[in-house]
């Protein structure tokens, strides 16, 4: 007869791995603009889940996940809200420092591939037509080897809401700990893929434990 494999214990918190728990580097911290965060339900079941460690590490965040959100009254509710920005690249969207003098009372942002998040933004047309805000990252992905980025510029959730913030409240510092908490998560997680404990991309479970669903 087969046994189940055991169960590693978890953070009930970072929802990492008690080995490689990240909550000692993200404390929360306050901004003036509230993060949404849509997340895609396949990015809820990564190994290391950006989104959720973002919302653990601001005090003025919240994350639903989906992909139609056009019946979620509390998405609706923030969409309409004046001032509403979506973080978004492309055509139109405007740099992020050129609302640093007035920035947004809600920060919108799309947890998912390019493909996904794409997906997302024709499905939602009100959020979808929000003013679009773009970052201009300063170094590389901190995902390194672990998961590659469509483009140069993209970055992960928690690594674009940190630069957003620290660039809308001209105070990068207060946000750099995300990113470093980010970061050595990733270092932690490459090491155990490429040692003798080797961890799988997904977290078992996590679809069911990353919370704030749509």
Same mark, same amino acid.
């Given at each position: 007869?087969?046994?189940s494999?055991?169960?590693?214990?978890?953070?009930?918190?970072?929802?990492?791995?008690?080995?490689?728990?990240?909550?000692?580097?993200?404390r929360?911290?306050?901004?003036?603009t509230?993060?949404?965060?849509?997340?895609?339900?396949?990015?809820?079941g990564?190994?290391?889940?950006?989104?959720?460690?973002?919302r653990?590490?601001?005090?003025?965040?919240?994350?639903? /996940?989906?992909?139609d959100? &056009?019946?979620n *009254?509390? +998405?609706? !509710?923030? %969409?309409?809200e004046? @001032? #509403?920005?979506?973080?978004?690249?492309?055509e139109?969207a405007?740099?992020?420092?050129?609302?640093?003098?007035?920035?947004?009372?809600?920060?919108?942002?799309?947890?998912?591939?390019?493909?996904?998040?794409?997906k997302?933004?024709r499905?939602?047309?009100?959020?979808?037509?929000?003013?679009?805000?773009?970052?201009?990252?300063?170094?590389?992905?901190?995902?390194?080897?672990?998961? /590659?980025?469509?483009?140069? &510029?993209?970055? *992960?959730t +928690?690594? !674009?809401? %940190?630069?957003?913030? @620290? #660039?809308?409240e001209?105070?990068?510092?207060?946000?750099?700990?995300?990113?470093?908490?980010?970061?050595m998560?990733?270092?932690?997680?490459l090491?155990?893929a490429r040692?003798?404990r080797?961890?799988?991309?997904?977290?078992?479970?996590a679809?069911?434990?990353?919370?704030?669903?749509?």
């Open positions: 007869m087969l046994s494999p055991a169960v590693r214990p978890t953070c009930p918190r970072c929802l990492r791995p008690t080995d490689f728990c990240a909550c000692a580097g993200l929360p911290v306050g901004s003036r509230r993060v949404v965060i849509l997340q895609h339900p396949r990015e809820a990564l190994a290391i889940c950006s989104a959720w460690l973002t653990i590490a601001l005090e003025n965040a919240e994350i639903h /996940r989906g992909f959100f &056009g019946r *009254p509390r +998405i609706a !509710a923030l %969409a309409a004046p @001032g #509403t920005a979506l973080l978004f690249p492309g139109g405007a740099p992020i420092a050129s609302r640093a003098a007035d920035p947004p009372p809600v920060l919108i942002v799309v947890d998912a591939t390019w493909p996904q998040a794409t997302v933004l499905a939602n047309p009100a959020i979808a037509a929000l003013p679009r805000l773009a970052l201009s990252p300063c170094r590389p992905s901190g995902y390194g080897d672990l998961r /590659r980025e469509p483009a140069d &510029g993209h970055l *992960p +928690i690594e !674009a809401v %940190a630069e957003a913030l @620290g #660039t809308l001209d105070d990068p510092a207060r946000f750099a700990p995300m990113v470093e908490a980010f970061r998560t990733v270092a932690r997680q090491a155990c040692g003798p080797r961890s799988p991309r997904h977290r078992p479970g679809r069911a434990l990353a919370g704030g669903g749509s």
